[in-house]
């Protein structure tokens, strides 16, 4: 067998591989199929591929992957659109009366950044800061080009990278950036919809969503429509019917409102509450803080098995919540009436907490219409019966696109995604972070989220954990492109939509999670947050389609035979298998071991020299 040259072609990624270089190769025994040999890379196993990264949204989620990318990849760059002029998501454009968490705080929280708040419920204002302190600690800003908006992702097969379009807001330029992962944080309360209602461009007066809530916008004295009995309209309702002349509302569809959560922990009767001085600092204590965010979190999960039809618990839990109304409403059972629903069960729509909102609604300045109005006029509104009310300001509390359409234009290879989709009220999602025919992109805002089942930081962080996984295996194992196979999204919808028919979410109710209709399935994630949390643990690549960078040798990424880790330095930890140590040990006792050491004092001289066995 002969011996030929071999020449390295290939720049090195670490100059210590240069010495595991040979000079020549073994022309060896001839592959039994007459297969050429594939070309060995000569770095070491480890070496990662070079990726940029971009993000849209530096809101929790665009936050939580700024985290764990910098605790767990290397060889990266980031960069960071965002179309508003700081952190925070929602938390920086809501600024509507009474907008805080509906939820304690003590849970609402990055788990890697605990933080002691002023309220059990805190505002916006405190949600807010918390995140701009959060990004100020990291230096995260370095990331982030504010307002900067994705007009537009364009994916290619050949290029293996998107290209997305760009619009700086301050100086209206657009320009292209070229990415290898397109990672899309936009939120699933980022984009307000404004339900269309008859007459509203009619309407004289002032017309507001939450989203849009200004500094200088005003109710005082105002006689007011309050439309949308959602998270934001139950929050704004007890915050202005003291300052507005008069309020208007109404229900379009029925709903359950519910009692304030986690009693045993709020004050009387569920109220939000501050922090003592006391408190704060019994808080100050890492181990009753975790055991007290423990037992919160806990109270809320054990009821969740109330979302199953014919449960126990959902007896329990709507008999209580029927109770409360009944009680807050004894003085206007017309209202209850108007308001009860009688055809599905709780969980059908989310969860609606009342945190005096049923005595706002029953106030005396208060007039809630028994049906929906037929329209708005240029001075106010007509109800049912035709009579007309006159209004200063319509209040649109009326939610964000869910429909998962998408904001932008989004191409593959020229094609529109939405051929994809063989109904735009059910997205062709994977596990609810990926989507059918969409390389390299990841999205954890897609359809059938588990945005019900828990708080949105939980979910976020359980999301981008597995999407940096997944960015860690494409550096390691070579990997160009992942795309979710159809056969895996099929069957995670198929599975999704069967589940849910157990749970009282596909009763016949209007619902965002249902486009805000009661006509889709409703695309949330087919099971409790739990379990949501253990399978998102490790990601299922055996469900994806995958491109490897040399595309005769999937297992180029094996490299020079070496390890980057253990091999490129001399000081790394060879033998890092066997564990390490309790504890240091001086090199004198490690020499005292060997057998030239004094106290040694017999020489065994091969097998001859050792003892017999009996």
């Given at each position: 067998?002969?011996?030929?040259q071999?020449?390295?072609?290939?720049?090195?990624?670490?100059?210590a591989?240069?010495?595991?270089i040979?000079?020549?190769?073994?022309q060896?025994?001839?592959?039994?199929?007459?297969?050429?040999?594939v070309?060995?890379?000569?770095?070491?196993?480890?070496?990662?591929r070079?990726?940029?990264?971009?993000?849209?949204?530096?809101?929790?989620?665009?936050?939580?992957?700024l985290?764990?990318?910098?605790?767990?990849?290397k060889?990266i760059?980031?960069?960071?659109y965002e179309?508003?002029?700081?952190?925070?998501?929602?938390?920086?454009t809501?600024k509507y009366?009474?907008?805080?968490?509906?939820?304690?705080?003590?849970?609402y929280?990055?788990?890697?950044?605990?933080?002691?708040?002023s309220?059990m419920?805190?505002?916006?204002?405190?949600?807010?800061?918390?995140l701009?302190?959060?990004?100020?600690?990291?230096?995260?800003?370095r990331?982030?080009?504010?307002?900067h908006?994705?007009?537009?992702?364009s994916?290619?097969?050949?290029?293996?990278m998107?290209?997305l379009?760009?619009?700086?807001?301050?100086?209206?330029?657009?320009?292209?950036?070229?990415?290898h992962?397109?990672?899309?944080f936009n939120?699933?309360?980022?984009?307000?919809?404004l339900t269309p209602?008859?007459?509203?461009?009619?309407?004289?007066?002032?017309?507001?969503?939450?989203?849009y809530?200004?500094?200088?916008?005003?109710?005082?004295?105002?006689?007011v429509?309050?439309i949308?009995?959602g998270?934001?309209?139950?929050?704004?309702?007890p915050?202005?019917?003291?300052?507005?002349?008069?309020?208007?509302?109404w229900?379009?569809?029925k709903?359950y409102?519910?009692?304030p959560?986690?009693?045993?922990?709020?004050?009387?009767?569920?109220?939000?509450?501050?922090?003592?001085?006391?408190?704060?600092?019994l808080?100050s204590?890492?181990?009753?803080?975790?055991?007290?965010?423990?037992?919160?979190?806990?109270?809320?999960?054990?009821?969740?098995s109330?979302?199953?039809?014919?449960?126990?618990?959902?007896?329990?839990?709507?008999?209580?919540?029927?109770?409360y109304m009944?009680?807050?409403?004894?003085?206007?059972?017309?209202?209850?009436?108007?308001?009860?629903?009688?055809g599905?069960?709780?969980?059908?729509?989310?969860?609606?907490?009342a945190?005096?909102?049923?005595?706002?609604?029953?106030d005396p300045?208060?007039?809630?219409?028994s049906?929906?109005?037929?329209?708005?006029?240029?001075?106010?509104?007509?109800?049912?019966?035709?009579?007309?009310?006159?209004?200063?300001?319509?209040?649109?509390?009326?939610?964000?696109?869910?429909?998962?359409?998408?904001?932008f234009?989004?191409?593959?290879?020229?094609k529109?995604?939405?051929?994809?989709?063989s109904?735009?009220m059910?997205?062709?999602?994977?596990?609810?972070?990926c989507?059918?025919?969409?390389?390299?992109?990841?999205?954890?805002?897609?359809?059938?989220?588990p945005?019900?089942?828990?708080?949105?930081?939980?979910?976020?962080?359980?999301?981008?954990?597995?999407?940096?996984?997944a960015?860690?295996?494409?550096?390691i194992?070579?990997?160009?492109?992942?795309?979710?196979k159809e056969?895996?999204?099929?069957?995670?919808?198929r599975?999704a939509?069967?589940?849910?028919?157990r749970t009282?979410v596909t009763?016949?109710?209007?619902?965002?999670?249902?486009?805000?209709?009661?006509?889709?399935?409703?695309?949330?994630?087919?099971g409790?947050?739990s379990?949501?949390?253990?399978?998102?643990?490790?990601?299922?690549?055996?469900?994806?389609?995958i491109v490897?960078e040399?595309?005769?040798?999937?297992?180029?990424?094996?490299?020079?035979?070496?390890?980057?880790?253990d091999?490129?330095?001399?000081?790394?930890d060879?033998?890092?298998?066997?564990?390490?140590p309790?504890?240091?040990?001086?090199?004198?006792?490690?020499?005292?071991?060997?057998?030239t050491?004094?106290?040694?004092?017999?020489?065994?001289?091969?097998?001859?020299?050792?003892p017999?066995?009996?």
């Open positions: 067998m002969g011996q030929e071999y020449i390295n072609a290939d720049p090195l990624a670490h100059p591989a240069a010495a595991f040979p000079r020549y190769l073994h060896g025994l001839p592959d039994p199929s007459g297969r050429p040999d070309r060995i890379r000569d770095d070491f196993y480890g070496t990662r070079k990726l940029r990264i971009g993000v849209l949204g530096a809101g929790i989620s665009g936050l939580n992957f985290h764990y990318a910098e605790q767990h990849l060889d760059e980031i960069v960071v179309r508003n002029e700081d952190v925070g998501g929602v938390w920086l809501s009366p009474g907008v805080r968490c509906d939820i304690p705080s003590i849970v929280q990055f788990s890697w950044r605990t933080n002691v708040w309220e419920y805190a505002p916006a204002a405190e949600n807010l800061a918390y701009q302190t959060v990004a100020t600690e990291n230096d995260f800003y990331y982030i080009k504010f307002k908006e994705i007009s537009q992702a994916w290619s097969d050949k290029q293996a998107w290209a379009s760009v619009k700086d807001l301050t100086t209206g330029d657009t320009f292209e950036d070229k990415v992962l397109f990672l899309e939120g699933p309360v980022s984009n307000p919809r209602i008859a007459g509203i461009n009619d309407f004289k007066g002032e017309v507001v969503h939450p989203a809530w200004s500094d200088k916008t005003s109710v005082d004295n105002k006689r429509a309050l949308g009995y998270c934001s309209g139950v929050q704004i309702g915050n202005i019917v003291d300052r507005v002349a008069k309020l208007y509302t229900f379009r569809n709903t409102i519910l009692p959560p986690n009693q045993a922990f709020s004050a009387k009767e569920g109220a939000n509450f501050k922090y003592s001085e006391e408190q704060k600092a808080l204590d890492p181990d009753v803080y975790l055991t007290y965010r423990k037992a919160v979190d806990d109270a809320f999960y054990r009821r969740y109330y979302i199953i039809n014919g449960s126990e618990m959902s007896k329990v839990v709507k008999d209580n919540t029927v109770k009944r009680e807050k409403l004894a003085h206007k059972p017309d209202l209850l009436e108007t308001i009860l629903p009688e599905f069960d709780i969980g059908c729509r989310r969860q609606t907490f945190y005096g909102y049923m005595e706002a609604i029953s300045k208060t007039t809630v219409f049906k929906p109005p037929q329209r708005l006029t240029e001075n106010g509104i007509l109800d049912a019966d035709g009579v007309e009310h006159e209004l200063d300001m319509v209040i649109a509390a009326t939610g964000y696109d869910q429909s998962h359409l998408p904001r234009p989004k191409l593959v290879n020229g529109s995604i939405t051929d994809f989709w109904n735009p059910s997205p062709p999602s994977y596990m609810a972070v989507l059918k025919g969409m390389p390299n992109y990841f999205n954890p805002s897609s359809a059938y989220g945005l019900p089942q828990g708080n949105y930081y939980q979910s976020s962080e359980a999301f981008t954990k597995y999407i940096v996984k960015i860690s295996k494409m550096q194992n070579r990997i160009v492109s992942i795309t979710p056969k895996a999204v099929d069957h995670f919808v599975h939509n069967a589940f849910l028919k009282a009763g016949p109710c209007v619902a965002w999670y249902k486009g805000n209709e009661n006509t889709a399935p409703p695309a949330i994630w087919p409790a947050r379990q949501f949390l253990r399978i998102m643990e490790s990601p299922r690549f055996e469900d994806f389609d490897y040399d595309e005769n040798d999937m297992f180029s990424y094996f490299g020079n035979g070496w390890t980057l880790e091999d490129a330095e001399e000081d790394t060879k033998t890092w298998y066997m564990g390490k309790g504890r240091e040990i001086d090199c004198d006792v490690i020499e005292r071991l060997k057998g050491d004094g106290s040694v004092k017999h020489i065994v001289q091969g097998m001859s020299g050792m017999r066995l009996p």
